[in-house]
């Protein structure tokens, strides 16, 4: 007996939405599934639903699949994003920086104290700094803004649309709430942060140069002493 036009329809409609459930679920475009045959994607369907242990599977591969890359872009120690994380920030922020023409700063900031901390206290000592002075940074920047932790004892700032006077603000805030006493086990330690920063803006925004200008303010605040913000923009 000849279908009739409705129920072709219908069994299309029907079959439509068993492939986009099966995409949905194996979170793949249901283009995907096209060259397949309609009754593979719809022995699929029915064994996912009939297989409730084999959604928990893939729910629980798809839960590591996030903590692991959540650990590939996070700081052990301090919780803030690491060094890898930074770069792919800073990649984005610039390119977004340079096709609309807007001004990007880039902080860099070194814990003045923390070998003398280390060598006198203990490296327990040492981390325990490190972690309040992450702290304070998160607590003095925007949320557009990213702290990371560059390495040993330095920490990055990305700023997004951020000038050079602002970024000058940015920097001596920074400095002075790193000034601060930390409180490590049952002593008060003072450990400071040297800043340097750069602004950049336009075409001349590019990761390698940025970096590079902040680094070089950076080493102009340690030549001057302790607890130094200097930087250039444009």
């Not at 893939?58 to 692991?68: K, P, V, Y």
């Not at 650990?71 to 340079?98: K, Q, V």
């Not at 949320?143 to 932790?149: E, F, I, P, Q, S």
């Not at 930390?182 to 750069?198: E, H, P, T, Y």
Request: overall charge negative; aromatic content about 4%.
């Amino acid at each position: 007996m000849q279908e009739s036009a409705g129920g072709v329809e219908r069994r299309n409609v029907a079959l439509r939405a068993r492939r986009d459930a099966v995409a949905a679920w194996f979170d793949v475009h249901p283009r995907a599934l096209a060259t397949l045959a309609a009754e593979v994607v719809v022995t699929m369907a029915e064994r996912l639903d009939g297989e409730p242990g084999l959604r928990g599977q893939i729910a629980e591969l798809r839960s590591t699949a996030q903590r692991w890359e959540l650990l590939a872009t996070t700081d052990a120690l301090t919780g803030l994003a690491n060094r890898r994380a930074a770069e792919e920030r800073l990649m984005h922020e610039c390119e977004r920086a340079s096709r609309y023409d807007h001004p990007l700063t880039l902080v860099i900031g070194d814990v003045d104290e923390l070998k003398r901390v280390n060598d006198t206290y203990g490296h327990r000592a040492g981390d325990m700094m490190l972690v309040e002075l992450s702290a304070r940074l998160q607590r003095c920047v925007r949320a557009v803004d990213l702290v990371a932790r560059w390495g040993g004892d330095e920490f990055v700032i990305i700023c997004p649309e951020t000038d050079a006077q602002a970024a000058a603000m940015v920097a001596e805030k920074l400095v002075r709430v790193c000034d601060e006493e930390v409180q490590v086990d049952r002593d008060r330690v003072r450990g400071g942060l040297s800043v340097g920063w750069a602004t950049l803006r336009g075409t001349e925004v590019d990761p390698g140069r940025l970096v590079h200008a902040a680094d070089e303010a950076l080493y102009r605040s340690k030549q001057e002493g302790r607890g130094r913000a200097t930087g250039s923009g444009s």
